[in-house]
C-alpha cells in the first residue's frame, strides 16, 4: 500500500485515481509515502514536504519555477506532469501555425474585402524544437497534412516520424532549413531565449514560429523589431515574455501575430489529464517501476 496525501486541495478525480491504482489517501502528510502537488504554484509546498514523503508529483508540465526555489533535489523523486497534457497542446499548437500560415490573424482584423495568397503546409519543413510529449503527438498531424519534420531534441535520438532527428548542440543548422518552427522545448538555462534576432532572421520573410513552450524560449524584443523588419512571417504565441503580455505592448498591435494567452491546455481537461497521470505513476510505483515524468534535478526538468 502507498499512502498519498493530495494538497492542497484535493480534486475527487484526483483522489479516485489514487484509490483505483491501489493507494490510499491520507490527510497528514506525517503520515503520506508521496505527494501529489495539485497547485501551480511552489508555495506552501514545504510544509508537505515532510521526511516520510518520497515522491511528489508535480501538476504542471514546466518545472522551472519549483527548480528555482530549491525544492527539486536528490532527496527523493520528483515528477512533472511533462506528457500528460500534450494531446491538447499539440492540438492548439497545430492550430496556431495553421492560421499564421493560412494568414487568419490578419484576416480576422480586416474590415474590408480583400484576397490573400496564404500558403500551406503541404510541401513544407516544420522544425519541432523539443520533441518530447508535445512534440511527439503533433508530428504524426503535421505529417498527414504533408508536412516534413525536423525534430530537435536533446540526445539526437531519432524521434519516430521526423525525416531528421537534430542534437540541441546543432540547432543553429536547423533554422535555415524550416520553414516553421514549433517550440516545445523545456525552459532550462541552455533553452532561455535561444530564438533571437539571428534565429529569426535564418528562418525567413515567411515562417511562422509558433510556442506553445515558455515565453522566455524567444527574445520578445528580438522578436518585434524582426516583425516590424519584415524578416519572420509571424508569431502564434500561446506564450510570452513577460506574461501576462501587457496591455498595450507592441506585440498586440501586429498584424502577423496572434496570442492566445496560455490556453492551450484547457482547464476542462486539466485535472482529467493530471488524473490519468497520477493513477499511472501510482501504479507504476506500487509494481516499483519507473515513473513518468520523472525529473533530473541536475537538467532541471
Known sequence: MLTVCVAPADPPLIVDSVLAAGGEVVADPRRAEALVWTDSRPEGVREYLTPSVRWVQLPSAGVERWTREGLVDATRVWCSAAGAYAPQVAEHALALLLAGVHRLPAAARRRTWRREQIGTLRGSTVAVVGAGGIGRAVIPVLRALGAGVLAVNRSGEPVEGAAETVPFERLAAVWPR????????????????????????????HAWLVNVARGELVDTDALLAALRAGEIGGAALDVTDPEPLPDGHGLWAEPNVLITSH????QTRLTESLAERVRENVARYLRGEPLLGRIDPVRGY
Not at 183 to 196: F, I, K, N, Q, S
Open 178 to 205: 524550416a520553414d516553421h518552427a514549433i517550440l516545445a522545448a523545456p525552459a532550462t538555462p541552455e533553452t532561455y531565449r535561444m530564438v533571437g534576432r539571428e534565429e529569426l532572421r535564418a528562418l525567413g520573410p
Open 263 to 266: 490556453s492551450a491546455n484547457p
